[in-house]
């Protein structure tokens, strides 16, 4: 069985990352009510792998988008006149960049 993290519908079968299993050997599980609200012998693990996607989205999810303090420090390189552009340094990331365009 599968859960959708997102929606939390259910999925017969097994998806990467949610298992079914009824030992608890180190994995976070949860009785899940049977509809109704009677009890539900199921219980749903998350896997270790799960576990950490789960860890690393909550991460994501935290981390902004814009490292302002770089933004800083370049406008600040910029207004003093310290900027330096490295031309070669451009022309070598723009060269890999056009080699992953599809033909």
Do not use: C, W
């Not at 017969?12 to 009785?31: F, I, M």
């Not at 609200?37 to 270790?48: E, P, R, Y």
């Not at 600040?76 to 070669?88: L, R």
Request: proline share 5%.
């Amino acid at each position: 069985m599968s859960i959708d993290i997102k929606t939390g519908s259910m999925h017969p079968g097994n998806t990467l990352g949610v298992e079914r299993s009824h030992s608890n050997a180190g994995k976070a599980t949860q009785d899940l009510p049977a509809p109704g609200g009677q009890s539900n012998a199921d219980k749903v693990s998350l896997t270790s792998q799960a576990e950490k996607l789960q860890y690393l989205d909550r991460i994501a999810k935290a981390t902004p988008d814009i490292d302002m303090d770089r933004v800083n420090a370049i406008k600040s390189s910029i207004a003093n006149g310290t900027f330096q552009v490295d031309n070669e340094k451009i022309a070598d990331n723009l060269l890999k960049s056009d080699k992953t365009l599809p033909r």
